[in-house]
């Protein structure tokens, strides 16, 4: 019998962004009662302590069910060592966990890590990455600061904090500059009582149940407005190159089923040589013979993920949709479009599903 494996949110945002605000709202709603909160030290997380009830050894329980665990041996040890208490009993039977990272962390080994150590790979998934921004000097802090680059990058969901503080027009020039550096993101605000509303649905979303409209990010992928089969948007980035990190990303579109035997050798061939420029894949394909519900696939940094078939489609259509977030890599050219199209003209076999 398998373990029993539970979603991960993981948490970002640059110094002072306003994670754990953010953190402590979403705890304070009833959906996220069963909910374990990892960090790295409690007392520089700042859960509001009329939320703690008791503590014992680096485990506190919070007001709400909750639980709040300190990472001291690392985080891999920190999970595992929460799953076995969890099957044992000696903690409350949560039901996700929440991953609170420093200011200054580069989120993509957390994201390596889980998805991609075989022991907490079995006990846990990653269900969104989701990155706090802030509206006042979120701007400042991508330019300057590339851990906030990367925090950006990784993200299933972008949270812009502190809209009410912000100079006029701020908010509308970061929504805008967010949307061109990972357009596969969703993008909430927290000026808008219905994001926080549909973030905490999101994130109280399982992983195997969770449909496209409960993980933000694919839900946001999946509406990407592109012609069909366009070779286009391989070709023309969707943001400007920028010239201390040259990131950039382009999206290829798929109308007719992709196969299994086609996008494994290709994503395989294409980390192999490419994955070091590769800061994120995100895609939901729709493969041959297994039509009726949608493939999630994503990569970090030249590390594939195992896909993950999701609950359902998102409206009728059935495309093919790949996001790339790249560094130091041309997209102008078409290689990654092309090096696809030569994949699918190498195994024109035969489909068995046909």
């Known amino acids: 019998m ?3 494996r539970f979603p991960v949110i993981l948490l970002t945002g640059f110094l002072g962004s306003g994670k754990t605000t953010l953190l402590n709202k979403l705890l304070r709603d009833p959906a996220m009662a069963a909910t374990a909160v990892l960090v790295n030290e409690f007392g520089e997380v700042g859960i509001d ?3 703690i009830q008791q503590a ?3 485990v506190v329980l919070l007001e709400n069910g909750c639980i709040c665990c300190t990472v001291r041996e690392g985080l891999a040890a920190a999970l595992l060592d929460l799953a076995e208490k969890r099957d044992r009993g000696e903690v409350p039977a949560f039901e996700r966990i929440m991953i609170e990272t420093t200011g200054l962390a580069d989120p993509i080994p957390i994201i390596q890590l889980i998805v991609g150590d075989s022991e907490v790979a079995q006990r846990y998934g990653l269900l969104q990455v989701l990155t ?3 509206a006042t000097c979120g701007m400042t802090s991508l330019d300057a600061q590339p851990e906030a680059m990367s925090q950006l990058t990784a993200a299933d969901c972008l949270w812009i904090s502190k809209p009410d503080i912000a100079a006029d ?3 509308e020039a970061l929504w805008t500059r967010l949307e061109a550096l990972n357009p596969a ?3 909430l605000s927290a000026a808008r009582a219905r994001d926080q509303a549909s973030l905490v649905r999101a994130c109280g979303g399982s992983l195997a149940s969770a ?3 409960r993980r933000l990010g694919w839900s946001r992928l999946a509406h990407t407005t592109h012609g069909l089969d366009c070779a286009c948007c391989a070709r023309r980035p969707l943001l400007p190159a920028l010239a201390h990190r040259r990131i950039q990303s382009t999206c290829i579109v798929r109308s007719a089923p992709l196969r299994w035997d086609v996008i494994g050798p290709w994503l395989e061939m294409l980390m192999q040589t490419r994955g070091d420029q590769i800061l994120r894949l995100k895609g939901i394909v729709c493969i041959e013979g297994d039509e009726d519900r949608p493939w999630a696939i994503h990569a970090v940094l030249g590390h594939t993920c ?3 078939r999701l609950a359902k489609w998102t409206g009728e259509e059935r495309l093919s949709r790949l996001v790339f977030i790249v560094q130091d890599l041309d997209t102008d050219d078409g290689e990654i479009e092309r090096s696809l199209a030569e994949f699918e003209n190498q195994c024109a076999l035969p489909s068995l599903a046909r």
């Open 2 to 4: 398998k373990p029993e």
């Open 49 to 51: 302590h009329a939320l």
């Open 56 to 58: 014992c050894g680096d």
């Open 132 to 134: 706090v921004i802030d």
């Open 169 to 171: 027009g701020q908010v």
């Open 185 to 187: 993101a969703s993008l």
């Open 211 to 213: 449909s496209l409209d």
């Open 306 to 308: 195992a896909p993950e």
